[in-house]
């Protein structure tokens, strides 16, 4: 029996809760997931799961060993690590989850660089905006702003992402500009962001350093993704507040226009988080400061993430 393999399987079975989810996320066969969990439970003698035709659970033992194997586990991916510290060439495959949109006009344009740097490493990027489940899902790391609520989970701050209100041409002569943040709240629709986490619409936020104010005007669409937001914003169905990443472009090319300028609409933090588990693991260690090191940049990150010397829109 490859009782390395054998505990592997077992500690995705037990993540995923479902035999067909650990052999993708192993990249194997069922079949052998399965031979696997039946060699260690021979093996050990104990039973380490229960299984129906609907679901997986796993038994008082099973449980147990699971929290002492996730740490054999977790030393064995350590020792790996150091030793490729040590031979300087950190490789393998990297999961990680973070918004279209981030992805889209930052992170992927530089990830040429990552790859030269770090040529044996391969990533697996899934798009979204979406709660993640990093244990069940087998993901190395998130890419995500706001406040983070899970303080099982590392989080370490890499920048922050600036808002901006805006909204079509079409939308601004249907409605007219808002002067004043509590305009939006009577002859005026936004667009709505849902947070996947909390399923809580986002407010528009604005302050002048006297004054704040947080507006829930109605909407007429209400969206959980970043890219989809913005599109329905251009399509003039309301007035958003998003990221100055997302908007620069069509805001330079007049298809969005900045509206309430002499607010400030804040910022929001933007953090690389990863499961304790899996902090000392190399490759996730030189993506986060790779990560890090690209937000830092002020010839890149900086001048995307603000727009400067907008005057307001009359």
Excluded at 19 to 45: C, G, M, N, W
Aim: aromatic fraction near 6%.
């Amino acid at each position: 029996m490859d009782q390395l393999n054998a505990m592997r399987a077992f500690a995705r079975v037990v993540e995923s809760g479902s035999f067909t989810r650990a052999s993708e996320l192993l990249d194997i066969p069922k079949p052998t997931v399965t031979k696997l969990i039946q060699q260690l439970e021979a093996h050990l003698r104990v039973k380490l799961l229960n299984r129906t035709t609907r679901r997986v659970t796993v038994t008082t033992d099973g449980a147990a060993y699971y929290e002492r194997a996730l740490r054999i586990l977790g030393d064995i991916d350590e020792l790996d690590g150091s030793v490729t510290v040590s031979q300087g060439s950190p490789r393998g495959r990297l999961r990680i989850d973070l918004s279209a949109s981030l992805a889209n006009l930052v992170i992927i344009p530089a990830l040429p660089l990552f790859h030269q740097r770090y040529p044996e490493i391969q990533l697996d990027l899934g798009l979204g905006d979406r709660p993640v489940d990093l244990l069940a899902e087998n993901v190395d790391c998130v890419v995500r702003g706001g406040t983070i609520t899970d303080q099982s989970l590392i989080a370490r701050r890499i920048g922050e992402i600036h808002l901006i209100a805006c909204a079509s041409p079409s939308y601004l002569q249907r409605h007219g500009v808002p002067q004043h943040p509590t305009d939006l709240e009577t002859g005026h629709v936004t667009v709505g962001y849902r947070m996947g986490a909390t399923g809580r619409v986002w407010p528009l936020e604005f302050e002048n350093g006297k004054e704040t104010y947080e507006i829930r005007a109605p909407s007429v669409v209400t969206l959980n993704e970043g890219t989809g937001y913005v599109a329905a914003v251009l399509a003039g169905l309301g007035i958003g507040q998003a990221a100055t990443i997302s908007v620069q472009d069509d805001i330079a090319a007049g298809r969005l226009v900045p509206i309430l300028t002499e607010w400030c609409s804040g910022s929001v933090p933007l953090y690389i988080v990863y499961p304790p588990n899996r902090h000392l693991s190399n490759k996730v260690r030189v993506f986060v400061d790779w990560l890090a090191d690209l937000f830092a940049n002020d010839d890149l990150m900086q001048r995307r993430s603000r727009i400067p010397s907008l005057e307001p829109a009359r």
